[in-house]
């Protein structure tokens, strides 16, 4: 069964030593859509966003064993980012 495809996903990740919250927001309503990642990173408290990423990715992360060797792996340099504040 497939899962149902939300606009937004917000997760306090715990767990990670490399962020403390993440959120996704949709922002196209194609069949895999993409959206806005954002991220709060544990060591300074600064906040990114990257554009653009695909739904499914944001599945996969969830997912894996480590987020931070998630997101250094697929989502770092990969896709373009705004530095918030």
Same mark, same amino acid.
């Given at each position: 069964? /497939?899962?149902? =495809?939300? *606009?937004?996903?917000? !997760?306090?990740? %715990?767990?990670?030593? !490399?962020?403390?919250?993440?959120?996704?927001?949709?922002s196209?309503?194609?069949?895999?859509?993409?959206?806005?990642?954002?991220?709060?990173f544990?060591?300074n %408290? *600064?906040?990114?966003?990257?554009? /653009?990423?695909?739904?499914?990715? =944001? =599945?996969?992360? !969830?997912?894996? *064993?480590?987020?931070?060797?998630?997101?250094?792996?697929? =989502?770092?340099?990969?896709? *373009?980012?705004? /530095?918030?504040?």
């Amino acid at each position: 069964m /497939k899962k149902p =495809i939300v *606009d937004t996903i917000s !997760l306090y990740t %715990g767990n990670s030593s !490399l962020m403390s919250n993440l959120t996704w927001k949709r922002s196209t309503e194609d069949k895999n859509p993409k959206g806005v990642l954002t991220i709060t990173f544990n060591a300074n %408290g *600064d906040v990114y966003e990257y554009t /653009k990423v695909p739904y499914s990715l =944001i =599945i996969e992360m !969830l997912s894996s *064993d480590s987020l931070g060797q998630f997101f250094h792996n697929k =989502i770092r340099d990969k896709y *373009d980012t705004n /530095k918030k504040g």
